[in-house]
């Protein structure tokens, strides 16, 4: 094998985590269409090339119009475990051990969708991944952040007879125009009730956006992140205060985040002292899962093997499972590397 190819090799191979999916951005145009039939729901493309040729983004916005409406085909209980199953049979593929994923319910009840439902077939599959795959999956409930408060909260009361079945609760959608002080009361509320916290802030958003993310709304980590760079003081703090980002690479060249895949910021960040991580975000739009996020970026960047078992470490030391639940995969990590020297 030449070096490219063992390195490839050990990206798709080594244990690790996924902590930034969205499941309603797993769903794959052909389940979508799927999805569709079963349900008598009439879409405004043709066939399955007509929808993937409407994945041409310029920005977060023009991407969210056509994920909220894809995601228009959920309607049952076992839509919501196809979409998940799904996922995790492509996840196991790319050995993903561990994945805390995150899902909309706001998208779905505001079309008439219960909570319960949702929650259920999402729940279900995380079950029986654990199950036949021995991934440890779980749920993180995300607000739509171009929703306002009330609707933040009435979802949380939605939730609350569920709490035992996810971890936390997310921060998505919109980030322009919609700061996260807007939901300090609705984390503060959830951070009461014992729920982990993140926040996408920094995607397209001002380095102001991440310190409102941390000082507002207490996120234990920052989703994309990639905006700190604009600001050192706030790099500095992220490096003190061991703030984990989870790094979307495919996503913030298809949503021009970034110009080019070599000229995304993921090695300044490792370079910087950060806790990075790399993440799918919505690979059913956003072109590869996980392991075509490590192979793509690597091959662009230059990164090696030091680098990977790097990521791969951070992304298990900045999930929220316990202890032993980290060191057991941390193990099964240095092995892999260990095989691969
Ligand atoms: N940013 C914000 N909201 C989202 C994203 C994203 O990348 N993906 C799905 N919802
Ligand atoms: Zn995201």
Redesign the pocket.
Known sequence: MTEPDRLNALLLAMPKAELHI?IE?SLEPELIFTLARRNRIALPYADVEALRAAYAFTN?QSF?DV?YAGAGVLQTEQDFFDMAWAYFERAARDNVRLAEIFFDPQTHTDRGVAFETVIDGLHRACLQARESFGIDASLIMCFLRHLDETAAFATLEQARPHIGRFIGVGL??S?LGHPPEKFERVFAACRALGLHSVV?AG?EGPPSFIRGALDALHAERIDHGVQCLRDPALVQRLRDERIALTV?PL?NVK?KVVASLAQHPLRKLLEAGLIATVNS??PAYFGGYLGSNFVETFAALKLDAGHAQALARNSFEASFADPSVKRRHLDALEACVEAYR
């Open positions: 969205h951005g977060l969210l994920y998505d959608s980030e996408h995607e979307c996503s949503l975000d919505d």
